[in-house]
């Protein structure tokens, strides 16, 4: 049952940013044209709402097992055997998740020591990158989950 409400509100606010990247693509694209004035920041919002977008939903893709898989291996193994290597493939992927935190954690610091910001906005990238190592992160944390839960 929560699985299903997190699923409605997270499936909801996914379609509100796609909704609003279309929207604000559209109007950006009629005020260039048709007025010779785009939106002023256009582009740089809609980069930063497809890393929001694409990162808050890494986690999700690992909690329904939904990344893209190879199981010509899995046919060939016994049901034990094949159990194990699912625990491994969850343990590898998340060590990589957990090294990708760290790392993009690091990158995080640096660009907000440096206060980078976009160049028409100025929005800081600094929480934006924070985010994203906090998705990487959680998304590690449901591969280590997944390699301890019985199942």
Excluded: N, Q
Excluded at 58 to 72: G, K, N, Q
Excluded at 84 to 91: I, P, T, Y
Excluded at 93 to 102: P, Q, S
């Amino acid at each position: 049952m929560r699985e299903r409400r997190a699923d409605t509100i997270l499936g909801v606010a996914a379609s509100a940013i796609l909704l609003a990247m279309m929207l604000l693509t559209f109007v950006d694209v009629v005020a260039r044209y048709v007025f010779s004035r785009p939106v002023r920041g256009a582009f740089e919002v809609t980069e930063l709402m497809l890393v929001v977008l694409i990162f808050a939903g890494l986690p999700l893709v690992s909690w329904a097992d939904e990344h893209a898989l190879m199981d010509f291996i899995d046919r060939l193994l016994r049901a034990r055997a094949r159990r194990w290597l699912v625990r491994g493939v969850h343990a590898a992927c998340a060590g990589m998740l957990f090294l990708l935190t760290w790392l993009m954690w690091l990158k995080a610091d640096r660009i907000w020591a440096y206060r980078d910001a976009t160049d028409v906005l100025r929005i800081v990238y600094g929480p934006f990158v924070y985010f994203m190592a906090v998705m990487i992160g959680l998304a590690g944390l449901i591969h280590l989950y997944k390699v301890v839960e019985r199942r």
